[in-house]
């Protein structure tokens, strides 16, 4: 028994030179970390919970403080990374050549700040991924539709895309403008979020600033169109893209901001808060985006429905759809895109969304479901 102690003691006196204090602190707040979350992906209830209380801060807070920056915080991260990767096994080499001690403790430091980060994540983002769905919280059923029905629902999309018609402006390509500077899109989608939030408060209420992105352009080649960056909270996004697609993206992303997480469910609320806008042009985007949307899922259905469904159309919306082909063929094929939807895929079906990047179209059925039964 004594020798046990001593050995013990041995061991301990060890860990105490290399393994600093908090680092015990740290560990104890990762093992709490996956106990919750090992329980929210089995209780909606519990879910829900941490998402309306510590989610809320957290998104809140994160999203505040980078407001600050008119610029991507996210972007900048990302550019500086290689010079941030040098500096730190800089350090870490520094470190080792004045001992082992010194190098365990700037790794335990480390260990520190990505614990942290992984926290945040689970008591911040989480959470959304697994509590109540979208229509439980609006208060429609959501139900398997008939080629019959998603013509009908595009058709109602399309009508309404066409009362707006009048107060958007087009260029010769055909591609739509967007009225205004991007600092004032960002100021009427959170317009219509406030009056979204009122609505719906089960969803976070927050006033966020969009984030465009310097490298658009190459970024296009991803297929990316907007990123929420949970670490920083910014609502990232791509102006290459044609303004319809910038506008619809941006309610996407801003959504994931107010406690939404799976893609399906984005997709759907970007489509209720562009058509609960004052703005035309926005209320413009969300009918038009959701319409192409259902006219896409028409054609893989049933193609003669599809070729009747488009011969209703405006000219200008049939020139908004071609100019929209046309750009986009560019990007369509390349190693990025497929590189990203790979990983893009993982990372979703990670998340409670077994159909992975195939969720973006799970949006259909919400849509039709609201469109024809709950608007």
Known sequence: MRKIKETLKKV??????????????????????????LIMKSSTETADFFNNTTGRAIRLVLTSIFNVFPFSFTETLVLLSPALIVLIFGIMIAKGKRGLEYATRFFCALLSVVITIFSAFVFGYEASYYGSSIEENIGFERNDVSVDELKAAALILLERAEAELDNVEYIESGNSVLPYRFSELSDKVNEAYAKFCKEYPCYQSMHSRLKPVILSEPWTYTHISGLYSFFTGEANINVNYPDFIIVSTAAHEMSHQ???????????????????????????CGYLENYRMLADKLYGADREAWRELRSHEDDRITGELSAFSSFFEKYRENVAATVNDAVNNAYIKSHNQPAGIKSYGLVADLVVNYVLYGD
């Open 12 to 37: 301990g006196n060890v860990l105490n030179k290399y393994v600093t204090r908090t680092l015990w602190i740290f560990l104890l707040l990762a093992a709490l970390s996956f106990a919750v979350l």
């Open 258 to 284: 107010r406690g939404m997480g799976k893609e399906e469910e984005c997709d759907f609320a970007s489509f209720l808060v562009c058509t609960m806008s004052d703005d035309p042009y926005i209320r413009y």
